[in-house]
């Protein structure tokens, strides 16, 4: 078949007409699914999931959430959850239940993100648009702090995140399952969904302790305050569905308390006799704990070289829901310090103040333009080249997390093999660890090499699985 040159021509119109449509932001997004899934792949057993394999693997799913409820408290939810991920790699073949988990907490996130942006924005989530995907998926990628490996306390360390981060995220789309219930016009179907909405709210309130108590407060403040006025125009099923989401959240949170394993955990952690000055002392630590994590992260800064940089935000922002979310976030971040100075400080209980840091500081710079403030920077090409130097610093940090998790990804797998042949072959040196510290603070994933019951755990674990035929070369 010979081609016209005519028709050639109109065959490279299209081409070229089509490339003009393909935009670059199509590659960003790939680019940044790419890297989650990537990420993903890399998640290895850390810390209390040694607890986790050695009892499921020896005694079973029941006995391990019996151990969490006798020695812990009674906050199973999360350790439930994450035993259903991980049972698939109970044998240690395979690490696809650490893969679907942390995939899981991606879409857990981003969801949330979105969630909040058609929020804030007043918009339905149909109507957002690539832009404010990209911008989701941005923020998804930007819990690394200076001195703190967020990324992998997010994505990484998945017990910490089960307690720290995901009630949260659930409970966000608690409220948005609760809101698109308004266009549903069956009392019945009301009716057989509200053991559901329980349910949610058992989970979102069964996992931290401050998480839970910030959720409970955000909620009635949201839906019982704000509303009182309103509360004679309220319909049936609004009042059915808030109750719901109550029980659930009141159910839940006590539940923590009643198991025996509360006590015995407040005994090993907490401060039950101390002096006041001491608890003074206590409160202060960790108070510059958390601000100093808050201060010294990039997004922060990022926000105000974007107020500084131009008058109008590309998107308008709900200035009382702007307030509701700072105030949630401020809830949050005083509940994490007064919790933390009864017990201890640790920088993996940050993941959640950090994933609502981004929202926030988004609202926060619309109420702050909505009052006419203005900068001398504003619009000066000093801060667009500021920004660009601050998007530099993610890139940077973003990019240290991951390299991070690579290598400990890739020492895990090796001294996993060496210290399976130890233990089979009776050998009584001890484990190699694979760690993550953070200069100069030190901060940052530690292993079996530097806690006991870390290796205890991961020597009973060991123990279950099949032998290697090559650990007597």
């Known amino acids: 078949m010979i081609l016209k040159p005519h028709s050639l021509g109109l065959s490279q119109l299209r081409i070229g007409a089509e490339l003009k449509k393909f935009s670059p932001k199509y590659l960003l997004l790939a680019a940044t699914i790419s890297i989650h899934l990537w990420q993903a792949s890399l998640v290895r057993p ?30 199973v939810t999360p350790a439930i959850i994450r035993a259903a991920f ?27 993100y979105l969630i909040l942006l058609a929020w804030l924005t007043q918009r339905k989530i149909r109507h957002l648009d690539l832009n404010h995907v990209l911008l989701c998926l941005f923020a998804s990628l930007t819990f690394e702090g200076i001195f703190t ?19 949260i995220c659930i409970f966000i789309l608690t409220l948005k399952f ?42 009635f403040a949201m839906y019982l305050i704000c509303d009182y006025r309103q509360s004679v125009a309220k319909s049936w099923r609004r009042k059915n569905i808030c109750g719901a989401i109550t029980l659930g959240l009141l159910v839940g949170f006590s539940t923590i308390f009643v198991a025996p394993g509360f006590k015995i955990r407040y005994t090993q952690v907490g401060n039950t006799d101390i002096r006041f000055i001491d608890l003074v002392v206590n409160f202060r630590s960790s108070f510059a704990s958390f601000f100093g994590e808050i201060l010294t992260h990039p997004i922060w800064i990022l926000a105000i070289l974007f107020f500084i940089s131009r008058s109008n935000l590309t998107f308008p922002i709900d200035y009382s829901r702007a307030r509701i979310l700072l105030a949630s976030c401020t809830t949050l971040f005083t509940l994490l310090v007064m919790g933390s100075g009864l017990g201890y400080a640790a920088w993996h209980q940050s993941s959640g103040l950090i994933f609502l840091f981004a929202p926030t500081l988004l609202g926060a710079v619309g109420l702050i333009e909505s009052k006419g403030f203005k900068n001398r920077l504003q619009g000066s090409n000093s801060s667009k080249y500021m920004i660009l130097a601050v998007l530099l610093l993610l890139t940077l940090l973003f990019a240290r997390g991951i390299v991070a998790q690579a290598n400990r990804s890739a020492n895990w797998d090796r001294n996993f093999q060496r ?19 953070y200069w100069p603070i030190g901060l940052g994933i530690e292993d079996v090499n530097r806690w006991t019951w870390m290796a205890d755990d991961y020597r009973g674990w060991l123990k279950t699985l099949k032998p290697k035929p090559n650990c007597m070369k």
């Open 46 to 75: 850390v810390a209390d999931d040694y607890t986790l394999l050695r009892i499921y693997s020896q005694e079973g799913f029941s006995e391990f959430i019996a151990h969490i409820w006798n020695n812990y408290g009674g906050n």
């Open 419 to 437: 210290n399976l042949c130890a233990v089979q072959t009776y050998a009584k040196s001890s484990f190699w660890g694979a760690e993550i510290r």
């Open 178 to 219: 609760a809101s698109k219930l308004k266009d549903v016009n069956s009392n019945l179907c009301i009716l057989l969904i509200l053991p559901f909405f329980v349910i949610l709210g058992f989970i979102a309130s069964n996992s931290g302790i401050v998480e839970g108590i910030s959720i409970i407060i955000v909620f």
């Open 86 to 112: 991980l049972s698939i790699s109970l044998d240690g073949s395979n690490w696809i239940g650490f893969v679907v988990y942390s995939l899981s907490t991606t879409i857990l996130v981003v969801t949330s």
């Open 149 to 167: 490996p967020g990324l992998s306390s997010v994505y990484l360390f998945g017990a910490a995140s089960g307690v720290h981060l995901w009630p």
